[in-house]
């Protein structure tokens, strides 16, 4: 049953004298404040904040913390965002004293094995890359690409040509445009072929002097591998442009080819998608960029070098673009990837994609006979499967079979993503799922698709906030308690 105490708000659940700390009796004379204040800082009452006890406010967060579906609650088949389940065993790693309890501050001499554990990050990430230069600073895959295309900029202005142009394909991830624009250049799509994959009559149409970089998601957003990427990379080096590989879908090729060997010159990491980092809540995160030895001047300072035993921060890079984030980047995720990737190893980790992949076939094969996946019979890690049909002939979106998943226990996947296929439902497994969440998931969206319409467009009904005008949300949003 949900707890009804969680419906209101800390300020609604106040009591008079209620509290949280008892302090011990004051010893020093007291004064008042405004003797020891300027009187514009001291108000005329105190301010109005909620009187609590400490399980009043344990059980207000614990209950709203229930609300939500979480990896460690419910299977999470959110496409694009990889939200695979991440061993308990890296975050208590990453939490130990000698590792969290470091203040960035502290000399050298005395963050050795930190040092040591960023050192061997740049490497592992250079290796799985095939491109040897690497910068851990970014704090996310958007600040990755960001800081790539940073890169790129100061890489031709260091040959004093001026390219204006970043070419995306019409499937990219939100992010690559808008990562391009903040760098200074202009976006210019490039369409896909019918069977999803870039169309290289558009690119060579597109492609001239002005273009500076262009970047690919390899497997795409519609999880199908860019078989032609030699080509594309081919293409763009002759007139003279960068490739920039979008590494969020790294989860499905690791161990299994590199995009340096494919051509790219630049490329992100998401260690929340495919090395264990903490996925969500909006951070701290991480977005390990890797480039070729002819960008790596460029890359952001400091970098973890090498000398003799010893390790140090390297800050006399003169070509460097700077730094793009404070300290060392967020060490505490690059320990766990740290982590995730020497427990898997060389093999572990290529048998991670090659398990992701299966589990995506496997769901892949459930569940078009009663959903259309409309780009193709196999995938990498994940697919895009449509509800155009289903809207057409019951008029159910896939809106409504989103909600309606949550009802069953289950996250939604994504939708409406990648924008070139209508009524998208975009479905990531990701490799931590067994064979049996795998089928009572198709098992449930077959179950859904059978249902009462008019039961689905009014879903979820279990949730403790049901389906909300999305419209008048965004119109009119009530901010106050009690609706
Ligand atoms: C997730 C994602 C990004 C952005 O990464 P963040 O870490 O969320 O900033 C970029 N491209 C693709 C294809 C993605 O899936």
């Known amino acids: 049953m949900r707890n009804q105490q969680a419906t209101q708000l800390l300020f609604e659940l106040s009591r008079p004298g209620a509290a949280a700390a008892r302090l011990p009796a004051c010893d020093v004379p007291e004064r008042p404040l405004g003797e020891l204040l300027p009187a514009e800082a001291v108000g005329d009452s105190p301010p109005p904040l909620p009187e609590l006890s400490e399980p009043d406010v344990v059980r207000h967060y614990v209950n709203l913390s229930q609300w939500n579906m979480s990896v460690d609650t419910h299977f999470y088949p959110l496409g694009s965002c990889t939200m695979k389940y991440n061993p308990k065993r890296n975050e208590r790693l990453a939490s130990l004293p000698g590792l969290a309890d470091l203040h960035p501050y502290q000399p050298e001499a005395s963050i050795q094995g930190m040092l040591e554990v960023l050192y ?150 998401n260690p929340h998608k495919t090395f264990s980092g903490p996925h969500g809540g909006g951070g701290p995160g991480a977005g390990p960029i890797a480039v070729t030895k002819t960008l790596a001047p460029f890359l952001p300072s400091p970098i973890v070098v090498k000398d003799g035993e010893r390790f140090r921060l390297d800050e006399d890079r003169p070509k460097s673009i700077g730094r793009v984030r404070g300290f060392f980047g967020n060490t505490g995720v690059l320990v766990r990837m740290f982590c995730y990737i020497l427990t898997h190893g060389p093999d572990g980790l290529r048998r991670v994609s090659e398990d992701a992949v299966l589990n995506a076939n496997y769901l892949l094969s459930r569940v078009k006979p009663f959903l259309p996946v409309p780009h193709g019979d196999r995938c990498m890690h994940e697919f895009v499967a449509t509800a155009s049909e289903l809207k057409a002939q019951r008029g159910v979106a896939a809106m409504d079979v989103a909600k309606r998943l949550l009802d069953r226990g289950m996250h939604a996947p994504t939708v409406y993503f990648p924008l070139i296929v209508r009524e998208a439902l975009m479905i990531e497994p990701t490799e931590t799922e067994s064979k049996a969440t795998l089928d009572a998931f198709a098992e449930a969206l077959f179950r859904i698709t059978e249902e009462d319409p008019d039961l689905l467009h009014d879903a979820p009904h279990t949730t403790p906030v049901s389906r909300p005008n999305e419209v008048q949300a965004a119109r009119q949003p009530v901010l106050r308690a009690g609706c």
């Open 120 to 269: 061997d990050c740049q490497a592992f990430l250079a290796e799985i890359a095939g491109l040897p230069g690497v910068s851990l600073q970014p704090a996310a895959g958007a600040q990755g690409e960001l800081t790539a295309l940073l890169v790129a900029a100061a890489y031709y202005r260091d040959r004093g040509e001026r390219r204006s142009v970043v070419l995306l394909p019409d499937s990219a991830h939100g992010t690559n445009p808008a990562s391009a624009a903040m760098a200074g250049f202009r976006a210019v799509s490039v369409g896909s072929t019918a069977e999803g994959l870039v169309n290289l009559d558009d690119l060579a149409a597109k492609l001239n002097d002005q273009v500076a970089v262009l970047m690919i998601t390899n497997p795409n957003t519609l999880g199908l591998f860019e078989r032609q990427i030699g080509d594309v990379t081919r293409m763009v080096h002759e007139v003279g442009g960068l490739v920039y590989l979008d590494g969020a879908n790294m989860n499905a090729i690791m161990g299994l080819t590199r995009p340096g060997d494919c051509g790219a010159d630049l490329m992100h990491f």
